[in-house]
């Protein structure tokens, strides 16, 4: 499996829903990350987990809060978004090494509306 | 800091023609460069990368890119367009601190194709 699979791939929720994002990968890749495209912009850096532990917070409002429950699963939990959170959100996985860079494999995102 | 540049927002060529996407780089340190693309509605796929092995790298789809450290360059080619290669193409850095890939990207180059 070289895949990383996103669900749901489409949401609509209110401002006072409260919604989660799924991502899962099987490659045994032990860095996960979320990231945030705004339309005709490239992907910003949310959140980085390293064996399951929040390494890398940049900033996110509290109204996204990841949670890494095992090395296969990353969720984002979303509550009282604003209209402006609309984006595509991308989750994506990395072996992890000090001295070797690998790249990242990316799913293929969940767009979210919020109305 | 590490960061890219894309330079051309837009690029267009014809069918059977020369692509050539350019990405300028900025780093203090030896650097690791990839080549993501993006199709419509998808996530990113990556092209092709750089991790000091050999400044020509090949990918896939029949692009490759050649790192100049001269002309601090990572320049995206295809010998021969096709309809398929359009979409959107991003140069990204990374930079590996203590085992995390923190990937950086440009601007992104969205690539159209005129039959």
């Known amino acids: 499996d070289t895949e990383v699979t996103q669900t749901p791939k489409h949401l609509v929720m209110g401002m006072t829903n409260k919604k989660s994002l799924k991502c899962e990968q099987h490659?045994?890749?032990?860095?996960m990350y979320w990231y945030k495209q705004k339309a005709k912009k490239p992907p910003e850096l949310m959140f980085v987990?390293?064996?399951?532990?929040?390494?890398i917070n940049e900033s996110v409002p509290s109204r996204f809060s990841p949670e890494c429950p095992n090395s296969s699963l990353l969720n984002l939990h979303l509550h009282a978004l604003q209209p402006e959170d609309s984006a595509l959100y991308l989750c994506?996985?990395?072996?992890?090494?000090?001295?070797?860079?690998?790249?990242?494999?990316f799913g293929s995102g969940t767009r979210l509306t919020v109305v | 800091a590490q960061s890219v540049t894309q330079l051309g927002s837009h690029v267009s060529v014809s069918e059977g023609a020369l692509v050539l996407l350019r990405c300028n780089y900025s780093s203090s340190v030896p650097p690791y460069l990839f080549w993501y693309v993006q199709y419509p509605n998808q996530g990113l796929q990556l092209l092709l990368k750089?991790?000091?092995?050999?400044?020509l790298v090949k990918g896939i789809n029949g692009f490759e890119a050649e790192f100049k450290k001269s002309e601090t360059s990572f320049h995206l080619t295809k010998p021969s367009a096709h309809m398929s290669d359009a979409a959107e193409y991003f140069c990204?850095?990374?930079?590996?601190?203590?085992?995390?890939?923190?990937?950086?990207f440009g601007t992104g180059t969205r690539l159209t194709i005129i039959p």
């Open positions: 750089y991790t000091s092995a050999a400044t």
């Open positions: 987990y390293s064996y399951e532990k929040l390494s």
């Open positions: 994506a996985s990395s072996q992890e090494s000090a001295d070797r860079v690998y790249g990242y494999t």
């Open positions: 490659m045994g890749h032990r860095a």
């Open positions: 990204a850095v990374s930079l590996s601190n203590f085992g995390n890939e923190k990937l950086t």
